[in-house]
């Protein structure tokens, strides 16, 4: 897979600014389906980040965002001041994430996989229906991290020293997640390896040391609670993967007469074995171990793509024909029909509406809302947002199940007492989805949006 006209670096640029293309495009098709914010859960947050008011560098963290995304915050802030609109740089810098990470596992993998089977890897990624269900989820700095991991592993195989100890400060300072499986790869590493081990240490004790000055808290946090993540469910996650699982195992024999990088085998076995064993938020472990399984199918692929080369005009064709044949009928069909039925959350016309509430009610007041509308009300509007059981909520469920099963007019006025004021209920669902029958108090101001003059009786 060369390109005789061009140098072997020019070559190298080549197929990763097509990997990239192809990722734009791909990732470009939603919003040509299904309208302007056809994204998921996640979108809000980061657009509420944009749109808050400026009063720091980088600015405050708003609610739902999280505390550990300061590469993340620093970049979109450096981006607000350029005054592009919002929605450019929300989308802009997303898409700019996952086209770069095909182009950066390309350039992985090409010392051991040559162009050709590096390019493949590049493809099957940006084609995985896993990694499009994180793209969909709108993972902004799961994804930004996934750079930096991969530059980093790039700079382990390639010893890019100065380079690799900027990106052991980047990965802690970006995503929790990625930095914590980063550690455990390179614990991996310190572990099995015997001629780098002091490089393998100084990073860990680096890397680990930042990462717990800057998240104690979530060390605290993992002692009271275990985590869980809203992502794919096993079934699903096995489904994506089969297409991938079958590529390695029909081209095993590849692994006998090929090198793989000692950093993606710690890498592989971190990320199973996280998800193998359901340890804390495995469910987006998903991500990492569909990297890794790309990587080794890649592999597998450009090795039946051998066999059926050199056997072609034999009977021994057969298998190899077969098994490419079913590998990618079920690998584009999972991404095709992943595509066409994971359908936006929110449609263009109720986002234009919440809009237009957030017009309506004072800068500082508080909107109550449903746990579905949440991220949009929060990324759309500037007022406080409050649902059950996330952001400016201060209930548990005991307490709105209690509401829900039907409680007194009293205790309803006490209930929505707890919110900062003013408070406003907004929601497509009904008065109803929120507080059963709603007490006098709460009245109809506007479509959707009813003001709470409730007074709490002394």
Known sequence: MQISALSENKQTIFWSFLLGLSSLLLHALPFLLFGRHPLGY???FYRRYLIEPFTSFP??????LGDDALIVRILLDLLRFLHLPTDFILYGTYFAFWAILPALLFLFLKPYLHTWGAFVAGMLLIGSSIAY???????LKNALALDFMLLAFIAIERKWLLAWLALDIALVLTHKTTAIIYILTLIVLF???????KEYGIHIALAGLLFALVNAPTVHELTVIVPSAVFLDWR????????????ILLGRGAFRHSIVPKTLIAFA????????LRLPFYERIFLFSDIALVALSAYGIRHLCSSLRSSWGTRNVLLPLMGLS????LFFGNLWNQITTTLPLMPDAQIVRIEEIGKIVPVEATILTTSNEAPWFEGWTTAHIAAPGMLNDTHNLETWTHLWAGTSTEEKIAFLYDFQ???YISTIYGLDTLLGTAPLCVEEIATDLWYVACEKEK
């Not at 600015?59 to 739902?64: D, L, S």
């Open 269 to 276: 076995s971190v990320s199973f074995l996280f998800v193998l």
């Open 42 to 44: 996640d979108t809000g």
């Open 326 to 329: 079913l590998i990618v009928g």
């Open 421 to 423: 004021k003013p408070l």
């Open 191 to 197: 572990v099995f390896s015997h001629g780098r081990r």
């Open 59 to 64: 600015n405050t963290p708003v609610p739902g």
């Open 133 to 139: 269900s994180g793209y969909w989820y709108f993972l």
């Open 236 to 247: 699903t996650y096995t489904i994506f993967s089969f297409p991938l699982i079958l590529a």
